[in-house]
Nanobody, 126 residues
Framework: QVQVVESGGGLVQAGDSLRLACGAWEGSFSAYPMAWFRQAPGKERTFVARITWNGRNTDYADSVKGRFTISRDNAENRVWLQMNSLKPEDTAVYYC???????????????????WGQGTEVTVSS
């Protein structure tokens, strides 16, 4: 199965931008829908964004719509999350995720995920 690892987190000021990157190996990357989830301190892991296997469709949580952009390059086995206009409430550990392409439930749910990255921490100060 595919394995993923993410990077690019850090400490930034409100209004700044970050670009998270995720790499994949040991599997057929192009077969997987890819997603980003995040988990803030004391809160549950929640959906942020996803992109279909061919990159033709994307979906975003309402809280990040218009500010974040997910993209992928199957030739390089990589997916990115461009994060603009960051807010303190965006502070969380961000996880890259390969979703089960045959999952029959909601792709907004962490249960849809087949492989998780290790997480990268994003802290946004006011």
């Amino acid at each position: 199965q595919v394995q993923v690892v993410e990077s690019g987190g850090g400490l930034v000021q409100a209004g700044d931008s970050l670009r998270l990157a995720c790499g994949a190996w040991e599997g057929s990357f192009s077969a997987y829908p890819m997603a980003w989830f995040r988990q803030a301190p004391g809160k549950e892991r929640t959906f942020v964004a996803r992109i279909t296997w061919n990159g033709r469709n994307t979906d975003y949580a309402d809280s990040v719509k218009g500010r974040f952009t997910i993209s992928r390059d199957n030739a390089e086995n990589r997916v990115w999350l461009q994060m603009n206009s960051l807010k303190p409430e965006d502070t969380a550990v961000y996880y890259c995720a390969a979703q089960n392409p045959d999952f029959s439930g909601s792709y907004y749910s962490p249960v849809s995920v087949e492989s998780w990255g290790q997480g990268t921490e994003v802290t946004v100060s006011s």
